[in-house]
């Protein structure tokens, strides 16, 4: 007599028709395990046979029986062919009906099952899940775009040639996500509709896994700092990677001029006044499961002691950047970001009396632009005090001065917006200098 079986059935691969006579074809819902509980009372055979509807099983022995002294143990076939991924955790299941329901109360997980028994079959074909090599652009586009697979590997494009892990997803548990490497170049990643971003799904598992990582470029930004070149040869010294991009007129095209010098995705934006700290080191890698966006270090202030994000090391999203014709007061706000508690450097704004002015003058406008709450009122508040340090005065002086032209220019966003620009900064201090 035939053993009852049951094929499930998967959505988004081509799938084979069961050779059984017998067979009740279900669609995979959460977990093989939640499959077969939903079906265990309908089985009236000694064992039941569980299967994928991915896999051709033409030349698979479905007459097997177990041995006497295998007869309670589950039995599980897994491939070993090369292209078809290891996973022990296989696709076809022999299960022993009485002593399943037996076990079942006990059971969380499929693998639960008191005896398993795991076969090696070096000619089981299961199809490999294709490959995507996304830009570091924007992986998630890259996964939308691509043709709708159960599961697809997302690799970094600069890893073409390395070799993928020999991996397989298991679908004994709920789907989920599966990622190598500390930067997470490479991922196993489950069928859904229009992601936002990685961290969509619910369930991930990670691994390690070693392969080269490339650091993003570091682009030098100078207006007309005086210690501009000493400043960038300091970080050149140390960071040989790095490139000046200098003098460009407008906030926005120098950001984008320094955006069209980087030739990594990615790119540090360093300013003349900034001191790296030794514990930076430029190391620092977008994270590829989340949505495309800036990333803002934090910058101790001399002045004041305050350590936030205020003219401290970026991390820009060239393209982002490069698209950002039309900012907001403050061009990385305006588009979305991520801060990252790590301090990068100290931030000489104080080098003269122009710059202490122009840096705060800007930073409180922009302060009292913010909806309030407690940071945001506790930094305004220091910026407001006569601090210590050169400079401190002229510090002062430019927060009392924003104060001011805040306050009369509150409900006139294009006059606010003027304090975007050095050029305007620059003209202004003239006239109270």
């Known amino acids: 007599m035939a053993f009852d079986s ?9 799938e084979w028709q069961s050779s059984l006579t017998n067979t009740r074809v279900v669609p995979f819902v959460e977990s093989y395990f939640s499959v077969i509980k939903s079906c ?13 509807s991915f896999l051709k099983l033409d030349k698979f022995d479905f ?11 589950m039995h ?28 079942l109360k006990n059971l969380k997980f499929l693998r639960d099952y008191k005896d398993i028994n795991y076969h090696a079959e070096l000619d089981l074909w299961q199809p ?28 970094n494009n600069d890893l073409q040639g390395v070799y993928k892990p020999n991996f397989y997803p298991s679908f004994w548990e709920d789907v989920k996500l599966y990622s190598w490497g500390k930067t997470k170049d490479i991922m196993l990643v489950p069928y859904k509709e229009n992601i936002k971003q990685f961290y969509d799904f619910d369930r991930t598992m990670h691994f390690d896994f070693e392969y080269d990582v490339k650091p993003m470029d570091i682009i030098f930004i100078s207006y007309d700092e005086p210690s501009a070149e000493t400043s960038y040869n300091k970080l050149k010294e140390k960071y040989p990677r790095a490139k000046w991009s200098k003098g460009v007129q407008g906030r926005t095209l120098a950001y984008q001029a320094a955006a069209m010098m980087s030739e990594t995705e990615y790119f540090f ?17 977008p994270d590829r499961m989340k949505h495309s966006c800036h990333y803002i270090f934090n910058a101790k202030n001399p002045i004041n002691g305050l350590e936030y994000g205020h003219g401290a ?41 122009l710059m202490a002015w122009r840096t705060t003058f800007r930073e409180v406008v922009k302060l009292n632009m913010l909806k309030p709450t407690v940071e945001s009122r506790y930094r305004l508040k220091k910026w407001c005090e006569l601090g210590t340090g050169k400079n401190a005065e002229w510090v002062y002086k430019g927060a009392q001065d ?32």
């Not at 265990?40 to 994928?52: G, K, L, M, S």
Request: net charge negative; with cysteine; proline share 6%.
């Open 402 to 433: 924003a104060t001011e032209f805040f306050n009369k220019n509150s409900n006139n966003s294009v006059e606010l917006h003027k304090s975007y620009e050095l050029d305007w900064l620059k003209e202004k201090f003239k006239t109270i200098s």
């Open 40 to 52: 265990i009372e309908d089985i009236r055979t000694e064992y039941f046979w569980v299967f994928a």
């Open 313 to 353: 090391v970026l991390l820009y999203h060239k393209w982002l950047t490069i698209n950002n014709t039309n900012p907001g007061i403050d061009f990385t706000l305006s588009q979305p970001h991520e801060t990252v508690p790590i301090l990068s450097a100290i931030n000489h704004f104080n080098e003269t009396s």
């Open 269 to 285: 934006a360093v300013w003349p006044k900034l001191e790296i700290v030794d514990t930076f080191d430029f190391s620092f890698q």
């Open 128 to 155: 490999p899940c294709p490959r995507v090599y996304f830009k570091l652009k924007s992986p998630v586009d890259d996964y939308n775009k691509s043709d709708p697979m159960f599961y697809k590997w997302m690799i």
């Open 76 to 103: 599980v076939w897994y491939t070993t062919h090369p292209l078809g991924g290891l996973n022990q955790e296989g696709n076809i299941l022999l299960i022993p009906t009485k002593q399943f329901k037996e076990q």
């Open 63 to 73: 007459d097997y029986i177990p041995e006497q002294f295998e007869k309670d143990q």
């Open 6 to 14: 049951i094929q499930i059935r998967f959505k988004n691969i081509k």
